[in-house]
């Protein structure tokens, strides 16, 4: 069911479909899948609503949807993620869109609202809103769901906790968990991309300073690792022992958050947690200490802490808030602790949400051609995992050994004794 679009502005049209089509060129994998499935129209008759951050990429994703046959409507998965160039770009393809950047909470919901309308078939999620909506206020879509795919982290742990409790009414595909997601969107493209929103958001240098990285899990490794690139010393909190003695391996300085809020410059949160820098933290940091927050939910960096800290609030420039504390000291907080890669930046490269994006319209092929699983949490399977990996090198231009009969018989019997 197509409807009118809710977007800001319809005159950006033009801009937002050169960014579309910029990214579109460099995404080889989803350009691969829709060649070989356009003309089976895989798709056809099919309502798929997505929410996820709306940028250039995922617009891509949504039209190549909609070229395999699916009606598509599409909100933004946070508030500050949404293009309104793009975000118009995609509306005048005829692609249903309810969003636009800095949605007040109640229009986030609102425009969630207005796609689930479209009553989808199947769904994509990031960091489980959606899902949320539909089990809670929407429940009388629920039988028409086939299935759906989730995007991050967050969302995959708030999905198990619906299939413990037996609550959740679909089966949902674990894009997030798959290897050539993981391995690459989460570690290099956060690792990237964070850095590129942090640098184009303060123009200030990074080579010298102090990066203090809380959480050393797929996300965090990226961010740190491109730290050290750019010439920062890196301290790395944890609460895992494990990630901790990696870190430490990898020739990360470790420590609590406590000794390292005293020490650093730039202090980014990438953990899935909440007040993982709290009001014991903003007392002790250096003056000019710029705090940014790329895990998906604004708790991270606690903006109720630095509220009550502050004696004045202003705008330092475009997405920088200036903390001015009692004793002086300013503190700034990039994109209102949301998702700085996205809130202040253009998200993850192509290449890299090309695999990501190549696993979530996989997923949705697999759901189709699976239409009877249980409503459970599913790992992507490793022939979808391997395929885009495959395409991957095949775009770059690589190529692999392959196993001789010989060797493959030898590590046969390994496993059949
Ligand atoms: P992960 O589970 O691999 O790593 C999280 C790490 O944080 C773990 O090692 C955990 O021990 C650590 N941690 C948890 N609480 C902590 C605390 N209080 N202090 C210090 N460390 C703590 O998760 P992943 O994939 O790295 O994702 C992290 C967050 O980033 C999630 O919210 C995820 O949804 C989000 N994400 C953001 C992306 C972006 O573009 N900005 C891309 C992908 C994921």
Known sequence: MRTKSTIRNPDLAEKGWRKIEWVADKMDILNEILKEHKDSKPLAGKQVVICLHLEAKTAYLAYVISQLGADVAIAGSNPLSTQDDVAAGLAAQGITVHSWYNSTPTEYKEHLNKVLNAEPDLIIDDGGDLVEMLHQTRKELLPNIIGGAEETTTG??????????????????????????SLFDNRYGTGQSVWDGIMRTTNLVVAGKTVVVAGYGWCGKGVAMRAKGLGARVIVTEIDPVKASEAWMDGFAVMPMEAAAKKGDFLITVTGCKDVIAEKHLKVMKDGAVLANA???????????????????????????????????????????????????????????????ALQLSSLLYLIENPNLDAQVYNIPDDIDQMVAEYKLKSLGIEIDQLTQAQKNYLNSWTNQ
């Open 156 to 181: 995959i742990h708030r999905l198990e906790a619906m299939e413990a409790d037996g609550s959740l009414a679909f089966p949902m595909m674990a894009v997030n968990d798959a290897k050539s997601k």
């Open 295 to 357: 895990g998906h939910f604004d708790l991270e960096v606690s903006k109720p802490a630095l509220n009550k800290l502050a004696v004045e609030v202003s705008e330092a420039r475009e997405n920088i808030k200036r903390f001015k504390l009692e004793d002086g000291r300013q503190l700034y907080l990039l994109a209102e602790g949301r998702l700085v890669n996205l809130a202040a930046a253009d998200g993850h490269p192509a290449e890299i949400m090309d695999m990501t994006f």
